[in-house]
Structure formats: C-alpha cells, structure tokens
C-alpha cells in the first residue's frame, strides 16, 4: 500500500485515448511505484517481455457478447515463477510472456502479491454529473446469463496443479451506478463467479 505500491494486471478495456477507437482490447498494466512515472499499458515501455507473439498485447476481438445472444470470454492468469521470481502472463494456455522480477522490490511483490483484486472500473471525469459510461454490458448483475457481464472460475494457484475458489469480499463504490452479483465457491463449473456493471448516470447515479 502507500509507496509500497506494485501491481501487475490484466483485462478487458475501452480507452479510446490509448487506442484510438472505442474498441474491447487485450491490456497489461504494471506499476513499481503507485501508479508514479515507472509503469505502463501494454509494451509502451519495453518493460513486459513477450515470448509468443500469437497473442497481441493492446489488439482488439474478433468477436463479441451481445445482449440476450452469444457470449464470448478469456481467460488470464498472472503466475510468479518461483525459480526465478518473474510475474507471467498466460492467455488461455499460451504462456504470453513475463514482467521480471527486477522490477519491483520486496515491500511490494518481488516475493509474493499480498492482494487479488477482480472485477471492472471506469473512469468518472465530469465534475458536473456522474459519467455515463458503460461497465461491461451496460446492465446491471440482476439481467444476469446473456445481459450482464460476468467473471468466472476465480481463483488463485499455489501450484500449477492446485487452485482455490476466490472467497474474498466485494467492495462498490455506489451500487446504483454499478454493482455486483458475487457467488463464491457456487458448485457449479463457474467455480466462484460474478456478474457485474452498469450504465452509470441516471436518475439514482448522479
């Protein structure tokens, strides 16, 4: 926390201004330094190392889920070796390539992530009224299977044989802007899942 600060994730994201279109894309972000100078999207940075370029780091999707039809999704695992201490991303089961070690220090995650973060976020920028932008399908987690977005099978590895349901708490800034329908360990094949988003203003999200 504080200065302390390191991450490294991954996800789905509109940035109309990093991309130049408003456009689902694949992205990557790291920071050493709470989201100072050092950190960056994607390979702006030359500071991910890539091994397999079938996988296009900041490309968009072929296809789309669309409301009350088809569903698409990816899956993403971030892995810290433990030989030799880099933080690896794989998409789907190809192994992406990795952010090494030496880029982060031992009061943040050079030895392990004290922190699991899921779920979606937008950026609010009006200063009059709440933004109206979309999280995810633009529902909310109630439209549930075919409207809403959703993430599932959340876990996380002690090994690369051996996972856990993630059974963690939810946190929402204002649930009638955006909101989340969380189902820990549900027994079904989703494992622990939630749907979540939102449209954001409206008459209840000012």
């Not at 789309?64 to 991303?89: A, P």
């Not at 599932?152 to 909101?179: E, V």
Request: charged fraction near 15%; charge should be negative.
């Amino acid at each position: 926390s504080g200065s302390d600060l390191e991450t490294v994730e991954a996800g789905v994201q509109k940035y109309k201004n990093l991309y130049g279109d408003y456009k689902s894309h694949l992205f990557i972000y790291f920071t050493p330094d709470n989201y100072g100078s050092g950190g960056c999207y994607n390979l702006s940075c030359n500071k991910f190392v890539q091994v397999n370029n079938s996988v296009y780091i900041g490309g968009d999707f072929d296809n789309y889920s669309s409301i009350g039809g088809s569903q698409y999704h990816i899956k993403l695992t971030w892995w810290k070796d433990d030989d030799n201490g880099n933080w690896w991303l794989r998409y789907g089961d190809t192994w992406v390539g990795y952010y090494p070690k030496e880029l982060f220090d031992t009061n943040g995650i050079a030895t392990y992530g004290g922190r699991i973060n899921f779920g979606g976020e937008i950026v609010n920028a009006g200063t009059t009224r709440h933004t109206a932008t979309d999280m995810g399908s633009g529902r909310f987690p109630s439209g549930g299977w075919q409207y809403a977005a959703f993430q599932k099978n959340i876990a996380y590895y002690p090994s690369l044989t051996l996972n856990y349901h993630y059974t963690g708490t939810t946190f929402i800034t204002n649930a009638n802007c955006y909101d989340i329908d969380f189902s820990p360990n549900s027994g079904t094949a989703w494992g622990s899942y939630f749907y979540f988003g939102g449209a954001g203003y409206s008459a209840n999200c000012q």
